[in-house]
């Protein structure tokens, strides 16, 4: 494909080079083989990458965002190998040590961008691999639409806060940060919060809501995704110093309060895709 006007569109890897890429919550080595610059979709806006996956079929070579490709440094395979030895220890049912706080820190390394830190609870990045294995290993879905939706779970949070607070400074600046959020997702999801398996059941949503957002078909399993990605995404803003370190609080607040009602707000069973979706999905 080629490449236009790139001396105005700056592009942080090159083809044929060898990277880290995210796919799920774990990295994987990759290869660049490709690169373009999105601007005809509004869904998929900016520098996108096609990379092979080391050791996968082609047939799971895919475009990604830059927002998931990572350098080749002894930092990030550091990352690689920590996500590696969490997603080992769910899946053999190990019970997590406890660690200090300052274990813990090193722990989420994974989740650090320029300027901004998301603390991810343990049983929150368990919730990411299951919520990975569920649909990319085992073909199943999230049954749509979700109860509580995105919508519904920023209502309550917002309840929450207010009811420990109570102040309409605190009431208006919370109603940015929720309709910010609100924002990202809507505009994040079809581009970077989706995996493969997903998109016919993204296209097929759209088509029977085409009047609703999505952050009122989406719920926590989503949301979740989002908050993940977040740091890389608002890295790419020029949002000054003071509002990250508010809108970073307020998502490490939205984030314990996701634990806090973990049970309840995400589902406990995915659903089987029908073989005809199987058989559309594998067919790409």
């Given at each position: 494909m080629t490449e236009e006007n790139t001396h105005e569109r700056k592009y942080q890897f090159e083809t044929e080079e060898k990277a880290l890429c995210f796919h799920g919550p774990l990295i994987y080595e990759a290869k660049i083989l490709d690169r373009q610059w999105m601007d005809s979709n509004p869904d998929f806006q900016g520098p996108y990458y096609f990379v092979h996956y080391k050791g996968w079929k082609r047939t799971w070579d895919e475009w990604v965002p830059?927002?998931?490709?990572?350098?080749?440094?002894?930092a990030n395979l550091q990352m690689q190998q920590k996500l590696k030895g969490l997603y080992t220890q769910q899946n053999s049912g190990k019970k997590r040590p406890r660690s200090d706080s300052s274990n813990a820190e090193k722990d989420e390394d994974y989740l650090n961008r320029p300027e901004v830190r998301m603390d991810i609870p343990d049983t929150m990045k368990a919730q990411l691999i299951?919520?990975?294995?569920?649909v990319t290993k085992n073909q199943q879905l999230v049954e749509l639409p979700r109860t509580p939706t995105i919508t519904n779970l920023l209502e309550q949070y917002r309840k929450y806060k207010l009811d420990r607070k109570g102040s309409s400074g605190t009431e208006d600046l919370l109603s940015e940060i929720i309709d910010g959020v609100k924002e990202y997702f809507n505009k994040a999801l079809g581009t970077i919060l989706l995996y493969r398996f997903e998109r016919h059941q993204y296209a097929n949503i759209r088509k029977q809501y085409p009047k609703k957002e999505m952050v009122d078909i989406y719920g926590a399993e989503h949301l979740l995704r989002l908050f993940v990605q977040m740091?890389?995404?608002?890295?790419?803003?020029?949002?000054?110093?003071?509002?990250?370190?508010?809108l970073t609080e307020y998502l490490n607040d939205i984030t314990k309060y996701m634990h806090k009602n973990q049970k309840q707000i995400f589902c406990s069973e995915y659903e089987n895709a029908t073989p005809d979706y199987v058989s559309l999905t594998s067919s790409i």
């Open positions: 830059e927002t998931r490709v990572l350098r080749w440094t002894e299951d919520d990975w294995e569920n740091p890389s995404l608002i890295a790419h803003t020029d949002m000054d110093a003071d509002a990250t370190a508010v």
